[in-house]
Each structure stands twice: as C-alpha cells, then as structure tokens.
C-alpha cells in the first residue's frame, strides 16, 4: 500500500510540476517599454508597454497599435510566439516599427530591480522595459 501511494503522490508532483509555464525570468505584470532598437519611447502617440500574465499570455502597446501573443522563459531566456497585432497608422510608426523588430528578435532578458534589458541572439540590446508600479 505504502508504495502505491508513493507512485501516486510522485505522479501528482510530476502533473503539478509540469503545469508551470514559467521555468525561468519572472516577467509577470506590466512593464512600460522605454527602449526600443535605439528609439526612446518618449513622445509616442501612446506609452508603449507589455504585459506578461504569467501562465505564458502576453499583451501591450506598441505606441499606435496593439499586440498579443504567447511566451515563454527558460532560464535567461524569453521567446514570443503566435504573436498578432492590430494595423493602424499613427504619428509614431518609426516607434511602432522598432518596438515590432525588437519583439521579433528577443531571445534572452536580464532584469536587475525594477528594470530589464532584452538582448538579440548575438546579444545586443533592443528593448528595455521598467516595472509599472
């Protein structure tokens, strides 16, 4: 008996563990992106931002338009997926643009305190972001 319960309580662990969509950076809640692909994001037609629900969502505002999409993390790691976005123009298309390219060639994150960094694969930086309190 003791070992048919050892089997099911170590299968339930193994299920409980495995529905974490998060094995790596904490990007949870909203975060204002100031930074992108060299272009601060002052003066845009909107504060662009993002915002990470923590169970792999992900949504914001690229100054004119809005995305959404999926994501992941492992350990530095930060990958978007099935992304979308609205199709709009505006008066800060140059912004937009940059924030889109950025988005698209995220592949690592470094947070210290309230700020990240998000780096390409050869490691420059195109996005920086800060926490919204």
Do not use: P
């Not at 409980?16 to 904490?26: A, D």
């Not at 915002?51 to 999926?70: Q, T």
């Not at 912004?95 to 994150?109: F, G, Q, S, Y």
């Amino acid at each position: 008996m003791k070992k048919v319960f050892s089997i099911v309580l170590g299968a339930a662990l193994m299920v409980l563990g495995s529905c974490s969509t998060q094995k790596g950076v904490k990007m949870d809640g909203e975060w204002l992106i100031t930074n992108a692909c060299g272009i601060n994001t002052v003066g845009g037609d909107k504060q662009a931002s993002i915002r990470f629900d923590g169970k792999g969502k992900v949504n914001g505002n690229a100054s004119v338009n809005s995305f959404f999409g999926s994501y992941t993390t492992e350990g530095d790691s930060l990958k978007f997926d099935h992304m979308g976005m609205t199709r709009m123009m505006g008066g800060s298309m140059d912004l937009e643009d940059a924030i889109t390219k950025a988005l698209n060639n995220t592949a690592t994150v470094k947070i210290e305190n309230d700020e990240a960094t998000v780096f390409d694969r050869d490691g420059n930086a195109v996005m920086t972001l800060k926490r919204k309190k």
